[in-house]
């Protein structure tokens, strides 16, 4: 088997370009052979996704800041900025391709990262300026260095084969990895929850279902043919099996005994740690459990201010992360150095407003904050004459109705 995989990496090898193969970067090997965890259990993308807490970590992620508005801003000479709506920039703002949505091109984009660590985009260009952006999924892309330093991205290794340096017509956001060339991919690192997740789910529906286990004994005094006994059986399930004769009362002849049976200690231990497989695969994700339907046990129950807190944590460490990283590498790549993007944030913060008023009060009192500040803080722009000086009640009273209004 093993000889067959290699035989066919080197078939796979014979596609790429040949400065990537010379840099050392591309393991055709672990890319064929299956991710087994230890479970025995197949993880890859599509076998990961049936977990429902790597459906519903990704899913949350991916949608909440797909779902978030976005502002392309253009730096002035005095410091401040000005916000950007012209045709040339309609593609981040509006509508990435003629395809799919800007909500869903963002869920898309995102969820790829998350997911596997890396996303690509395909930039399209018009008198080289971008036009329109299209996702490209991670498993069609190979990425490495040519012996010239230079970052490679071949897609489709097969046939037909395209390949891309970096900053030209691929945009690469990857997550945090080892070699600066692409990012690690929760799947694979998780790779042993999510396989004990996969197992523990198989075997919970057998737990749940018949499982090869009778859903209870019939028993009677009397000595019964092979015959007589499969007849009575037949019987008794067509008279009371079935979820639509749950429920009904069950009558049985002189002589004869139901006993159900029931799920042992060990199958129900097996059901309950299905719970723990959640919180880990969530901590993976670095998503407060609670928020996908999990809770930690001896943990507190969940109040308003709480929920506050989880989801400011969620914002700053989680989504902030994952948005700065999309920010910087399209504004880098594709915006120049005047101007940049940024996803709006406001509405993830909306349950704040009251510490956020308050803080800006305080900080006024101290006259330790400018109201041009105030606003950057806000993302409003910059008072148009650019003064500094401490911020009015006006001010004050302005950015509480914003932040109200949110």
Avoid at 44 to 58: I, K, Q
Avoid at 159 to 176: L, S
Avoid at 344 to 359: E, K
Wanted: glycine share 8%; hydrophobic share 40%.
């Amino acid at each position: 088997m093993v000889s067959l995989v290699r035989s066919l990496a080197a078939s796979v090898a014979r596609s790429y370009p040949k400065p990537l193969l010379e840099s050392g970067r591309i393991d055709l090997l672990s890319m064929l052979i299956p991710g087994y965890a230890d479970s025995g259990a197949y993880v890859d993308r599509d076998t990961a996704l049936r977990v429902s807490a790597v459906y519903a970590c990704t899913n949350l992620i991916s949608r909440t800041i797909g779902a978030l508005p976005i502002h392309v801003y253009e730096r002035l000479p005095d410091g401040g900025r000005q916000g950007v709506r012209t045709p040339d920039t309609r593609y981040l703002w509006e509508r990435p391709n003629p395809d799919v949505a800007r909500s869903i091109f963002w869920e898309t984009v995102i969820g790829h990262a998350v997911l596997s660590g890396n996303s690509y985009i395909y930039v399209v260009t018009a008198n080289k300026r971008p036009v329109e952006l299209w996702p490209i999924d991670p498993a069609r892309v190979a990425v490495g260095r040519a012996s010239n330093g230079e970052k490679v991205y071949t897609i489709d290794a097969v046939q037909p084969q395209k390949d891309f340096t970096a900053g030209g017509n691929i945009v690469h956001v990857q997550a945090w990895g080892t070699d600066g060339i692409r990012g690690l991919s929760p799947i694979a690192l998780g790779r042993q929850a999510i396989g004990l997740a996969l197992s523990a789910e198989k075997a919970a529906a057998k737990i749940t279902g018949t499982g090869g286990q009778p859903s209870g004994i019939l028993t009677t005094d009397q000595d019964l043919k092979q015959e007589q006994a499969d007849k009575l059986a037949a019987s008794f399930e067509e008279k009371h099996g079935g979820s639509e004769n749950a429920g009904k009362v069950l009558v049985v002849g002189k002589g004869m005994k139901w006993t159900p049976t029931t799920i042992n200690p060990d199958d129900l231990q097996s059901l309950e740690s299905r719970r723990y497989q959640v919180v880990d695969i969530a901590r993976d994700f670095l998503v407060p459990p609670e928020m996908i339907g999990a809770s930690i046990e001896g943990s507190s129950s969940l109040t308003y201010a709480n929920v506050q807190d989880r989801m400011l944590h969620f914002v700053t460490l989680t989504l902030q992360p994952w948005m700065t990283r999309f920010e910087q590498t399209i504004s880098d790549e594709l915006l120049g150095a005047e101007r940049y993007f940024k996803f709006d944030m406001r509405g993830l913060l909306r349950g704040n407003s009251a510490q956020r008023v308050a803080f800006y009060k305080g900080m006024a009192e101290l006259e330790a904050i400018t109201e041009d500040e105030i606003r950057a803080f806000e993302d409003l722009e910059p008072i148009p004459a650019g003064a500094k000086r401490p911020p009015s009640q006006a001010t004050i009273n302005a950015a509480a109705a914003n932040a109200a209004g949110e």
